[in-house]
């Protein structure tokens, strides 16, 4: 007979394992939940540090790239105030950007002028011009601008020759005819052969000078060109004023000109000799009446008429009312004899030789006019300079204006009159 207090504690025990069996298993799942949550958590843990110290590395890379940059620009800076160039460009410089201080005042400012003075003399190893003659020097960089714009505008000023000297007192000897040689046996009295004759040229001088004027106002206009304005007036000026003393200059307070002792028809070799400043013509022979223009032939006979040693750096000089006229010319085949440049820069050809403009020569069709020059100009004349260009101002005797008083000393006589040879409208 089964007891009730045996199966009741039966009961209970059986209970009692049950539930410890359940809590086991949520014991077991709690722990399993707990463990799944702590490695979760520690990634998370683990990727928040990654986070972090890439955020960190992100910080120091910027913060290096940003120390590099200042460092750069105090570089920069330092550099930005150091003087450029060697002292003389260093000194140039200077003296440009007060020049154009002055000018923009019409110079009246004395402590910017008195500036400009100082930087004129020479200072330890720097001189930027002199001062002998009073005014003040242009910048090198105008100055350059002047001569290259006078050499474009005239072209007869760059086919001579050109030198910078450095005193009025310069000359050049020029051998006439050159030296002779022989023939001799092997044990043959050798006798003197003859030698070239030597010709001692010497410049004559003069100052020239340009004297624009414009406004104050225009001056003072920070959009208004100052420096490009007085390139472009004072270059045009004397480009015109030099060309016109090459051709006929008198000698006097100014160049000597090449006609400016008329050319005569006496040839190079003979005797006596024309004088050291006479050039030789040939007239017209071609056509007739001559007052109606050189013909072709008559272009011809002037290229042969100059001996072949000065032919080979021999051009062909004319204005361009001569140059219409040799335009038309043609040959027996009714080929024109001009022949145009097909290259951009490069000069026109007249039988084989370039052509420059000389507008202060004569007309084809105006008697007694030298009408075509050609030979080489610049073996033919020398053309010499001394000085910087110099400048002065003034705003008193034309008031609301500011003059400026450009000059520079020029010197030019005939070097070699055999270089070049005339034609000149004429019969004889």
């Known amino acids: 007979m089964t007891n009730p207090i045996v199966e009741e504690m039966q009961k209970l025990q059986e209970t009692l394992r049950t539930e410890r069996e359940q809590n086991e298993v949520l014991i077991k799942a709690a722990q399993e939940v707990a463990d799944t949550t702590k490695a979760e958590a520690e990634k998370k843990l683990a990727e928040l540090d990654t986070v972090i110290q890439q955020s960190q590395q992100t910080i120091k890379t910027l913060q290096l790239e940003d120390e590099k940059k200042t460092s750069r620009i105090e570089i920069l800076e330092a550099l930005s105030e150091r003087p450029k160039g060697t002292p003389e460009e260093v000194a140039r410089e200077k003296y440009q950007e007060k020049f154009f201080d002055a000018l923009r005042g019409g110079f009246k400012n004395p402590h910017t002028a008195q500036e400009l003075k100082d930087l004129m003399v020479e200072s330890k190893d720097v001189t930027i011009g002199t001062n002998a003659a009073g005014g003040f020097a ?179 000089a004319m204005n361009t009312v001569t140059q219409g006229h040799v335009r038309k010319l043609k040959n027996s085949n009714g080929d024109y004899l001009w022949e145009s440049s097909l290259q951009v820069g490069q000069p026109d050809r007249l039988l084989g030789y370039p052509i420059f403009t000389w507008e202060d020569m004569g007309n084809p069709t105006v008697a007694d006019a030298h009408c075509i020059g050609f030979g080489d100009f610049r073996r033919a004349y020398l053309l010499t300079s001394r000085t910087e260009l110099m400048m002065d101002s003034e705003g008193i005797t034309n008031p609301g204006y500011i003059r400026f008083y450009v000059r520079r000393r020029y010197g030019g006589y005939p070097l070699n009159n055999d270089a070049v040879k005339f034609l000149k409208v004429a019969a004889s």
């Open 138 to 316: 242009l910048p090198k960089q105008i100055g350059s601008d002047v001569d290259a714009l006078l050499l474009k505008l005239s072209d007869i000023v760059s086919n001579v020759k050109n030198i910078r000297v450095g005193t009025s007192d310069y000359q050049e000897l020029v051998a006439i005819h050159g030296g002779t040689s022989g023939w001799v046996a092997e044990t043959g009295t050798r006798s003197a052969t003859g030698t070239p004759n030597l010709r001692s040229q010497k410049p004559t001088w003069g100052e020239l000078y340009a004297y624009p004027q414009i406004s104050e106002w225009s001056a003072q206009d920070l959009f208004f060109n100052v420096a490009e304005w007085l390139v472009n007036d004072v270059a045009e000026g004397m480009a015109n004023t030099l060309a016109t003393a090459i051709w006929s200059g008198d000698g006097s307070d100014k160049p000597t000109g090449m006609t400016n002792g008329a050319p005569v028809t006496t040839d190079d070799h003979a005797s006596p000799l024309r004088s050291a400043v006479v050039y030789e013509y040939i007239p017209i022979t071609s056509v007739s009446p001559v007052l109606s223009g050189p013909g072709g032939d008559d272009i011809i006979d002037l290229v042969y008429q100059l001996n072949r040693r000065y032919r080979n750096g021999a051009s062909f």
